[in-house]
């Protein structure tokens, strides 16, 4: 049977064609490839490696071909329909840069080889080309190439990295409809009120309130918060020591309870970049005039003193003293609001005191009177670590605010 044989053999030979065919099919989709753009006004296309070799295609400048071989100076490419070989040197390689998607992802030494190290989310790396599954890329922070699956990595940076930034109103402000004073006013701010910043348009900052409202405010009227006590010299001075053990509780010494306070504060104070100064940092006896020599000659911006109070077993509530109500009325004003605020106690006003460590003090000063230690309920509540906490925070906030504007 010559005809069926002939038949038999003609399909034999196209199964052949076609099982090679699908082998370079896939051999060209695993191989090395990457991305290059076109250097040259004109680039000539040719069927194969040399310039004897006819134009199969013509390439433009700017145009991006995808590279997957080199050889001798000719590179092979495609570029839509068009394949064949180009010149080396009027290409050049590009790169992109991709963003980690994993939340930890392989750094291999090969397509599948071994693990080099791992790139957490959001890890930025320049991509130079791929296998068709694997990405060759450069990661800065292990300063070296290497390899990584191509399904964790995304030209999208991920919105988890991008932080939101805040600014702090300076005073009780007018938030508007748009960027100027001729726009409606929405409602009114207060000071100290965190806002996240969305934009900027002359000189106008576009915000939204922690209640969610989006409007404008004059850039006049706010700042970065993590300015306002960077830099600023805050001594904090835990009353009594020593043999001075000041009043006394049922179980605590006002003196110990003071220097709590003052630790607790010290650390938030120092978080927010201010140069803390302790009159004393252990149960030692200092005068009322070294602790005033303390504030003086570090030129501090603020001094607070921290005590406990006495006065009969039903006694309740702070209060701060000033003496000058020029130079320390606002001080003490803002750490009292504040120490009401977050210690919920009886609001006993800032006040006027005639006290060594304020009178004689030429910066800034405040004395805090923050409970009743003759009160056995008000000790109780007074040296919990929550109370201390709450003190410390008020205090805190209270100077954040007097500083907001300073
Ligand atoms: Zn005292």
Request: no cysteine; hydrophobic share 35%; glycine share 10%.
């Amino acid at each position: 049977m010559k005809v069926a044989s002939f038949g038999k053999l003609l399909l034999s030979i196209m199964v052949f064609l076609a099982f090679l065919f699908s082998f370079q099919a896939d051999r060209t989709q695993a191989a090395y490839s990457f991305q290059a753009k076109v250097n040259a006004d004109v680039l000539n296309v040719r069927s194969q490696p040399g310039t004897s070799y006819s134009i199969v295609g013509k390439l433009k400048e700017s145009q991006v071909v995808t590279v997957y071989e080199q050889k001798n100076g000719w590179s092979r490419i495609v570029y839509g329909t068009v394949k064949g070989w180009v010149a080396t040197q009027y290409i050049s390689a590009t790169t992109w840069t991709g963003y980690v998607t994993a939340t930890n992802l392989n750094f291999r030494s090969a397509p599948g080889g071994s693990v080099l190290g791992t790139l957490p989310k959001g890890t930025a790396v320049t991509v130079h080309g791929n296998d068709g599954t694997w990405l060759k890329v450069y990661a800065t922070t292990l300063g070296k190439t290497g390899w990584v699956s191509g399904s964790y990595v995304s030209k999208q940076k991920p919105a988890t990295t991008t932080t939101v930034s805040k600014v702090v109103l300076k005073a009780n402000s007018n938030i508007r409809k748009g960027p100027g004073t001729s726009y409606a006013i929405l409602y009114t701010e207060k000071a100290g009120t965190f806002m996240d910043k969305l934009g900027e348009s002359n000189g106008w900052v576009k915000v939204k309130s922690p209640t969610g409202i989006i409007g404008w405010v004059s850039g006049t009227l706010v700042r970065d918060p993590n300015s306002v006590l960077k830099g600023k010299v805050i001594v904090l001075d835990p009353g009594h020591g020593g043999y001075d053990s000041g009043t006394r509780g049922v179980t605590y010494l006002e003196k110990t309870l003071t220097l709590r306070t003052a630790l607790e504060l010290k650390p938030l104070l120092e978080r927010a970049g201010a140069k803390v100064i302790l009159t004393r940092s252990s149960d030692s006896y200092i005068s009322l005039a070294q602790r005033v020599n303390v504030s003086n000659n570090n030129k501090a911006q603020a001094f607070i003193s921290l005590h406990y109070n006495a006065y009969s077993s039903t006694s309740t509530g702070v209060m701060t003293f000033y003496y000058n109500s020029s130079k320390d009325a606002a001080l003490a004003g803002l750490i009292q609001s504040n120490l009401v605020a977050t210690t919920q106690l009886r609001n006993m006003g800032s006040r006027y005191g005639n006290y060594h460590v304020l009178r004689e003090n030429r910066q800034p000063a405040a004395l805090v009177e923050l409970g009743f230690l003759s009160n056995p309920n008000e000790e109780k509540l007074i040296a919990t670590t929550t109370y201390q906490k709450k003190a410390a925070n008020g205090i805190y906030n209270g100077l954040f605010h007097y500083f907001l504007t300073r």
